[in-house]
């Protein structure tokens, strides 16, 4: 059992930066690939990024490529997605998860999902 704790939301103005944070419980976050969401209002939640277990590893979605980083620190049991150049169409409520699998770009992949956190951008 993997619970997630995500913070780091709030409000920021296009162009600006924002870092989220997820914070997990259990002994056994470095074997889990970790993951971000996210789900504007009105729209489905969609992929933005995951990191492997390890760290080595990550992958993105095209829409934020080169504009947002995700990084874990095993030892705080904490994954990281660093929010830059952002813009009024990055607004939405910012999930993490928890995968088992090796490869996590699908919600259904995904075991374990924190409560989410908003992320504001305005114009």
């Known amino acids: 059992q993997v619970q997630l704790v995500e913070s780091g939301g709030g409000l920021v103005q296009a162009g600006g930066s924002l870092r989220l944070s997820c914070a997990a419980s259990?002994?056994?976050?470095?074997?889990?690939?970790m993951g971000w969401f996210r789900q504007a209002v009105g729209k489905e939640r969609e992929f933005v990024a995951f990191?492997?277990?390890?760290?080595?590893?990550?992958y993105y979605a095209d829409s934020v490529k080169g504009r947002f980083t995700i990084s874990r620190d095993n030892a705080k049991n904490t994954v990281y997605l660093q929010m830059n150049s952002v813009t009024p169409e990055d607004t939405a409520v910012y999930y993490c998860?928890?995968?088992?699998?090796?490869?996590?770009?699908?919600?259904?992949?995904?075991?374990?999902w924190g409560q989410g956190t908003q992320v504001t951008v305005s114009s």
């Open positions: 998860a928890a995968a088992t699998t090796n490869w996590a770009d699908k919600e259904y992949e995904y075991d374990y």
């Open positions: 990191v492997s277990w390890s760290g080595g590893r990550t």
């Open positions: 259990g002994r056994t976050f470095s074997r889990y690939v």
